[in-house]
């Protein structure tokens, strides 16, 4: 048996796992001081004779060897508090095996590395995005979720704007916002008549119907203010981890319809998720559907006493 052989397979096959540093005061391990990252669950200081093919970029420095996995793992802090409304993304780097941060390089399995970044660090913080070439991660802290609104708190906006009954201005009919998009009636208890939908290009809520249909394409023209462009179901993003802050879900993501609020939408609509070898694309934190168009999202509109 190689063992050598044997354990640059095993690495081979993971990416990284976190190293928890965690205070001995915080019994019920809620809060994480750090989480700096390491090799498949092993140590810093016993990771640097392993790397993850032959083929990976590695280099020494004052007898110290390092290196990157073939694909890269890619971290991206946000610029400011997450959870707050005030964030802005901030750039994607890459972590080597030993811990270092270095800027992109110029394809994922590129063999030379990007260059060394001195003021940022691995250390996870909350609303770090982890990018595994193939699997993109959101780190949230206990503090920061505490900070977001909760399940509940979603659901209970979303029977507010219910309460108001807003109607289809075409069909008169009252529309009923759903916590979730359903394959069939029998599953969610908001029935087609009472979905609503969101016209992409203007904002305007309505409900099903076949006015204004163009017969070349699926667009429709608006009723409201004659604007032609696709229509899509409206569904509101039931997942806290996911919230900047906590308020009216008055915007949508183009093209899925999910609702969130204005901060949360913008946020991840300035979010390119990396994509490829080199490409990157924003998407729904919700469902993962690539943005559609300039900006990528549109500001609701209600009818009647539920104007957002």
Request: charged share 20%; hydrophobic share 35%; proline share 6%.
């Amino acid at each position: 048996m190689n063992l050598e052989h044997d354990v640059k397979a095993l690495i081979a096959r993971q990416y990284r796992t976190t190293l928890l540093h965690r205070s001995e005061k915080e019994l019920n391990y809620r809060k994480t001081e750090e989480f700096p990252n390491s090799l498949a669950g092993f140590p810093l200081e016993s990771v640097s004779n392993f790397f993850s093919a032959e083929k990976a970029t590695k280099w020494q420095e004052s007898r110290e060897i390092d290196g990157l996995t073939t694909n890269g793992v890619l971290i991206l802090h946000p610029r400011g508090s997450f959870c707050g409304g005030e964030a802005k993304p901030g750039l994607w780097r890459e972590v080597s095996v030993g811990g270092g941060v270095f800027s992109l390089r110029e394809s994922r399995s590129a063999q030379q590395k990007g260059m060394v970044v001195d003021d940022e660090t691995n250390v996870l913080e909350d609303g770090t995005l982890i990018d595994l070439c193939g699997a993109t991660l959101l780190w949230r802290s206990a503090e920061g979720l505490a900070k977001s609104p909760t399940k509940q708190l979603l659901e209970t906006l979303v029977d507010e704007l219910n309460a108001g009954r807003p109607q289809c201005p075409v069909g008169l009919n009252t529309l009923v916002i759903p916590r979730k998009l359903s394959l069939s009636v029998s599953e969610e208890s908001v029935n087609e008549k009472q979905q609503p939908y969101v016209y992409l290009n203007c904002g305007h809520v309505q409900g099903h119907h076949d006015w204004g249909q163009d017969k070349d394409s699926k667009d429709r023209r608006c009723p409201m203010c004659l604007e032609m462009g696709p229509v899509v179901k409206l569904c509101m993003g039931i997942e806290p981890t996911f919230y900047v802050d906590a308020g009216a879900p008055t915007f949508a993501f183009n093209p899925c319809g999910h609702m969130a609020t204005e901060k949360t939408v913008k946020y991840w609509a300035n979010v390119a998720i990396p994509h490829g070898t080199n490409g990157f694309d924003a998407v729904c934190p919700f469902c993962a559907t690539p943005l559609s168009a300039c900006p990528g999202y549109v500001r609701l509109i209600f009818q009647d006493n539920v104007d957002l």
